[in-house]
C-alpha cells in the first residue's frame, strides 16, 4: 500500500516551459487536492476534486490545471512556468470530504519546484 | 474568509519543559487538524477533532479544540528532543470539500 505518490521529487524548469506533476493514490480515496508551500505562508490550496470527473478551484489557482480522469490519479499542470511558482507542491487525499468522514488528509512526499 | 493564526511562530524550547502552541480562527468551524512536518518532509497528521470539547492525547502532546471560543492547543509536556518540528493547523471549511485552511506553522525547537 504506496499511500500518495507524487512525480517528480525535484524539478527545474525555465520561464515559459510547462510541465506536469503526477499523483497517485492506492487508497480508493474520492476526495484528492494540490497544495503549495511556500516560506512562512503555511499551505495554500490550489486545486481540489471530490471524485473523477469533478475538479474546482481552491484559493491560488491561476497558472494551474487540474484535471480527473480516474479515481487514482490527479496530475497538476503548470501551463507557463514563471518564478512565482517556485515552491514545494504536495499532493493529498482523503477518502471522502463529507459525511461521517473526518476529512483528515494523507499527504505525499511532496514536489520541489524551481523556475529560472 | 477563514483566517487561521498560530502563535508562536516560532518556538525555542529546553527539554523536561512544558509549553503550550495555539491555533485561533476566524469563522465557524467543528473540525480543526493538527499536522507535523519534519524538514523536507510531507505532513503527518497528528489529531484530528471533530466537535467541541474535543480532546486528544498522543505520548507528550495533548490537543484541545473550543469551537465557541474559536481556539485548538496543542500542548507538550515534558519536551524532548525528537519532538523539534513545525506543527501546522488546519481548519475546514463549510462542508469540507473546499479543503482545509493553514496556519503559517510553529517552528518548534528543542534543545537538549
Known sequence: NAGVTQTPKFQVLKTGQSMTLQCAQDMNHEYMSWYRQDPGMGLRLIHYSVGAGIT??????????????TTEDFPLRLLSAAPSQ???????????AWGLNTGELFFGEGSRLTVL | ELKVEQNPLFLSMQEGKNYTIYCNYSTTSDRLYWYRQDPGKSLESLFVLLSNGAVKQEGRLMASLDTKARLSTLHITAAVHDLSATYFCAVEKGGGADGLTFGKGTHLIIQP
Open chain 1, 56 to 69: 474546482d478551484q481552491g484559493e491560488v489557482p491561476n497558472g494551474y490545471n487540474v484535471s480527473r480522469s
Open chain 1, 86 to 96: 517556485t515552491s514545494v507542491y504536495f499532493c493529498a487525499s482523503s477518502l471522502s
